[in-house]
């Protein structure tokens, strides 16, 4: 049996030309089929290579957001609870502040009464008011100290709250944004193939 080409058999081999910028190709009908088919075929490799990188971008920049928003509410939580141990150890110092003073107080009004006796005066008329004013004075001193620290204690225990809401709101707008990114990558995706499909039907 004599030798064929691939051509021959296929039964293609008249020739063809092609005028490409101007210069006429020649060759068979068999060559530019495969030419197109290969181009085709690179051509939708190509779109799911960059379609498949396009959705892992996304994908990946979906879970970093997530894990920012994570790891912001932690810090906001971590900071919330140092502001609670503060407003609690305020209070406390509020409340030990106010007993010593009132302590110091009630050992001036003894000495007061003490150096009246001494001195021989009756704790009437004007020692007795000196007694009432010291005593209100006194406790208006202490009611100023257990207020400053129920103030203080009060700004922080807001200031624990809001860290924790900016937090809670940190996680969900991290949570929100990897949504939307994987949407995207679905998306991308499916684009991807589409394309890639496209592209060999043309060649088809």
Known sequence: MPFMTAAAIAGTTAATTTTVA????????????????????????????????SAFSSYQAG?????????????????AMLDKREAE????VAAYEEGRHRRAGEKFKAEQRVAYAHAGVTPEGS????????????EEDAQII?????IGASELTTSAQMRKIAGRSALLK???????????????GL??????????????
């Open 22 to 53: 101007g210069a006429t190709l020649v060759g068979t009908t068999t060559t530019w089929g495969l030419r197109a088919i290969t181009m085709g075929t690179v051509a939708a490799d190509a779109a799911l290579v960059s379609g498949a990188v």
């Open 63 to 79: 879970k970093q957001a997530a894990e920012y928003g994570k790891s912001q509410q932690e810090i906001m939580n971590y900071n």
């Open 89 to 92: 150890q305020t209070l406390s």
């Open 127 to 138: 020692p007795m008011d000196i007694l009432e004013s010291t005593a209100i004075n006194l």
């Open 146 to 150: 257990r207020m400053g620290g129920q």
């Open 174 to 188: 991290g949570q929100a944004q990897r949504r939307a990114y994987r949407t995207a990558a679905i998306g991308e």
């Open 191 to 204: 684009g991807t193939a589409a394309d890639a499909y496209r592209y060999r039907l043309e060649v088809a």
